[in-house]
């Protein structure tokens, strides 16, 4: 765990107009909410695009930040949100799959090709299983794996009860088990 200042505490450090506050929590934070733009969204272009208004809406909001809730959830809160705006410019009744999945750089430092084949193999295999998740289940998972958020932070972001989180998140780890589960050998 990190020793130094919280996101909440680094949050209002911004709010006050210390610009270093933004550089730490943008380094903390940038990769997770791009990666779940990213796999919501379906198209890196898409996702840039977002994940830049995420961090605008961001820079926009800090004079009104109130550490209500974990840092983390306000974040993603605003992701969830801006992704559903898109949507909705968009017309689409549910969140779109991706097409192409970045993981050459999954085995970037795997020195024998057969173990980088294999790394590339089962990276596919997963975004495979993650993209065939319903929607819910899918930003649950996201979600939870890329946020690091927890079950009451999910259902506050997704605007549905613990129990209702709880459960999205359940059936998609157990779908994700049963689709990468290897097959029995005889």
Known sequence: MSTGPSDEELMLAYRAGEASAFDALYARHRGGVFRYLR???GSA????DLFQDVWLRLIDARGSYEP????ATWLFTIAHNRLMDHFRARARAALVSYDDHPIDDV?????????????KQDAAQLLGAIDS?????????????EGELS??????VTGVN????????????AKLRAELREPERT
Do not use: C, G, H
């Open 133 to 145: 998740l319903p929607a819910a289940q899918r930003e649950a998972f996201l979600l939870q794996q």
């Open 107 to 119: 085995a970037a430092d795997t020195p024998r090709p057969d173990e980088s084949l294999a790394r």
């Open 45 to 48: 272009a898409v996702a840039e």
């Open 162 to 173: 613990r129990e209702t989180a709880k459960s999205r998140l359940r059936y998609a780890m």
């Open 68 to 71: 209500r809730a974990r840092f």
């Open 151 to 156: 079950l009451e932070d999910i259902a506050a």
């Open 39 to 41: 796999r919501q969204a």
